[in-house]
């Protein structure tokens, strides 16, 4: 990796905070669907940093979001698929020419390797884990 100047880690910091702000204040969320923006500071990230400085903001949009404005209990798992996601993008689009194919296939794969691969697995494990809290704390645990 290249040491970077200070303006381009304040564009990153910049960027961050507009995924944070898109996916965490300005999304639409339901109990079955989740829509939002926060794809658009990634598709720009990814034009100018590469795919790991992508993946790498990704990540740390998606802990700090958790952590300030999270709806849910942090899970790691998902903090990995956002630096996957970033990752497809930036492989998608550093120093290359956005074209409509570029954007499908980048879509694709981050809809099927993330939403349809690693998602559920993940939501398995938080129900898994909080089913056996529960279950220890109401059943095993002794009754004071």
């Known amino acids: 990796m290249r040491k970077l100047p200070t303006h381009a880690i304040t564009v990153m910091g910049l960027l961050i905070a507009m995924m944070i702000v898109l996916s965490q204040v300005f999304g639409f969320e339901t109990q079955l669907i989740k829509i939002t923006f926060d794809f658009v500071p990634q598709i720009v990230l990814a034009s100018l940093f590469g795919p790991i400085w992508t993946g790498i903001c990704a990540a740390v949009a ?9 709806k849910a209990p942090f899970f790691f798992g998902f903090t990995i698929n956002a630096f996957i996601s970033g990752s497809v993008y930036g492989y998608f689009f550093y120093r290359k020419e ?3 194919k570029r954007a499908f296939l ?26 056996l809290t529960e279950i220890y704390g109401r059943y095993v645990s002794p009754k004071r």
Do not use: E, K, Y
């Not at 690693?118 to 938080?126: D, E, F, I, K, V």
């Open 98 to 100: 956005i074209t409509i």
């Open 62 to 70: 998606d802990v700090i979001g958790a952590v300030l404005l999270g």
């Open 106 to 131: 980048a879509v694709l794969i981050n809809t099927l390797v993330i939403t349809l691969c690693l998602t559920p697995p993940g939501w398995r494990s938080c129900i898994v884990s909080r089913l």
